[in-house]
């Protein structure tokens, strides 16, 4: 557990809150060995304005959740709607005051050697404070990595697979070792297929254009949220087509989406500027207008968001342990 977690935090695993200290896997669990899981990331953002958090498009994650366990097979024994109520409940019961980033996991949790899974599932759902991804405005330097990005038929690309995160695990630490903010990961057939975490971006001739979920792309929730962005309110257009490496080289912007790091413009890519290595015009509105959104701000997409409220009686802050709501 990391050092600045709050041992008292309230989690919910497989359907009891409990605190973080007592939420406990044991060392031959199946996904842990062979990873065999699949998780989620959902931001859930404060405004001071309104003086509550804002969670982004929850019931979009869920459902992705519950989609991509269906490839592995994992049984999450909740609704998206539960995980939904699940998650307003621990950012209540956690009286958090700063913008949050929840995790739901699901993973094959038999205790026993042997990488064919067993039908036995776990979830939980941990909410935790989560700042800004990125430290400056300034953009970011990003390289082309020479670790592949996964292809579908080995590890199902569009999906959240613990396993699969070896490849953004080395993608990201060489970049960061060779000097890089981010890494671009091209696809086995050498097209530009995202960065570690995040979805990819470019502006050329004032069209939006990124690759096509055929292309061993995670389906961001983000990416669908710039692209209605870029679509109704500023009258882009759009195209999902494959992106050569060099085109990176020669576009007029460049920027990643993801729920941890939101738009981040990339301003250099393999020691070349993009144009003239500023934040670009496009980038900037797009990335204004989503966290508009994210803050409950744009009421065209106020049902993006789900304000959290906050507990009506006065009660201990992790009083613990809760009273199991939500049991399977
Ligand atoms: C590999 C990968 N690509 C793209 C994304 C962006 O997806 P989303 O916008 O749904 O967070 C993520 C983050 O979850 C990711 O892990």
Redesign the pocket.
Known sequence: MSSELDPNLIVCFNGRNIPLRDAHVGILTHALHYGTGVFE?IRAYWSDAEHQLFLLRPLE?YR?WKQNCGILRIDVPISAEHACDITLELLRRNRFRSSIYVRPLAFKSAERVGVSPDAEDSYAIVALPFGEYLRNDKGLHAGVSSWRRIDDNAIPARA?ICGA?VN?ALASDDARRSGFDEAILLNESGHVA??????LFMVRDRALITPPVTEN??E????DCVMTLARREMGLTVIERPIDRSELYVCDELFL????VGIAPVVRVDHRPVRDAAVGPLTATIRQLYFDAALGRLRAYRHWVVPVGSLEQEEEPHAAPLAASHGH
């Open positions: 990331g994650h992705r959240k995160y953004s995202e960065g570690a975490t995040c979805n792309i995670l961001g929730i983000t990416r989406t993801g729920t941890a």
